[in-house]
T-cell receptor
Framework: AQSVSQHNHHVILSEAASLELGCNYS??????LFWYVQYPGQHLQLLLK??????LVKGIKGFEAEFIKSKFSFNLRKPSVQWSDTAEYFC???????????FGAGTILRVKS | GAVVSQHPSWVICKSGTSVKIECRSL??????MFWYRQFPKQSLMLMAT?????????EQGVEKDKFLINHASLTLSTLTVTSAHPEDSSFYIC????????????FGPGTRLTVL
């Protein structure tokens, strides 16, 4: 079965620190990849997505992610985090043209001001 | 654009009663809607896929007689938790996929269900 692994469940950073959240998936075929963010008390919002083309994807709020097919990875990065980035981040994968989004367990990011 | 609403945002009910949760796509038509369940400190687990005008497809381990899904229009899907028990207490989230898109889903704000 398809699965998504997020390496860190809790991350604590100081403002201006760089962020990298790991995501690996198990499906071997063509996939579509997503990062979602859930701010405290709010609903899931799409940060960025990869369908095809340039494996370096830029999203909202200064986030980017790189798809490395050989490593089955789609890590999320941000060069300098802000206190407002405190949230839970979910990596998700679906097969090309597939219905089912499979989510990772999520990473709770706390940014200290 | 692409706003999905859920109602109610939270509900408390007694054990044995049924609870209906609505999911609406406000500014687009959604041929497909999805229902997820999120346990505390865990990820979203897909419960079922709802296609307008047809029966929902349930994931393995999800009781279709307990979690009734109806997708009667292109903008509304409902999830009814029948004969709710405390173990059904959870955060239920829906998402909607716009017509003519394949892989993009927009999420509702979720409904917190507490069964006493």
């Amino acid at each position: 079965a398809q699965s998504v692994s997020q390496h860190n469940h809790h991350v604590i950073l100081s403002e201006a620190a760089s962020l990298e959240l790991g995501c690996n998936y198990s499906y071997g075929g063509t996939v579509n990849l997503f990062w979602y963010v859930q701010y405290p008390g709010q609903h899931l919002q799409l940060l960025l997505k990869y369908f095809s083309g340039d494996p370096l994807v830029k999203g909202i709020k200064g986030f980017e992610a790189e798809f490395i097919k050989s490593k089955f990875s789609f890590n999320l990065r941000k060069p300098s985090v802000q206190w407002s980035d405190t949230a839970e981040y979910f990596c998700a994968v679906t097969r090309e043209y597939g219905n089912k989004l499979v989510f990772g367990a999520g990473t709770i990011l706390r940014v200290k001001s | 654009g692409a706003v999905v609403s859920q109602h109610p945002s939270w509900v408390i009910c007694k054990s044995g009663t049924s609870v209906k949760i609505e999911c609406r796509s406000l500014d687009f038509q959604a041929t497909t809607m999805f229902w997820y369940r999120q346990f505390p400190k865990q990820s979203l687990m897909l419960m079922a896929t709802s296609n307008e005008g047809s029966k929902a497809t349930y994931e393995q381990g999800v009781e279709k007689d307990k979690f009734l899904i109806n997708h009667a229009s292109l903008t509304l899907s409902t999830l009814t938790v029948t004969s709710a028990h405390p173990e059904d207490s959870s955060f239920y989230i829906c998402s909607a996929r716009p017509w003519r898109t394949y892989n993009e889903q927009f999420f509702g704000p979720g409904t917190r269900l507490t069964v006493l």
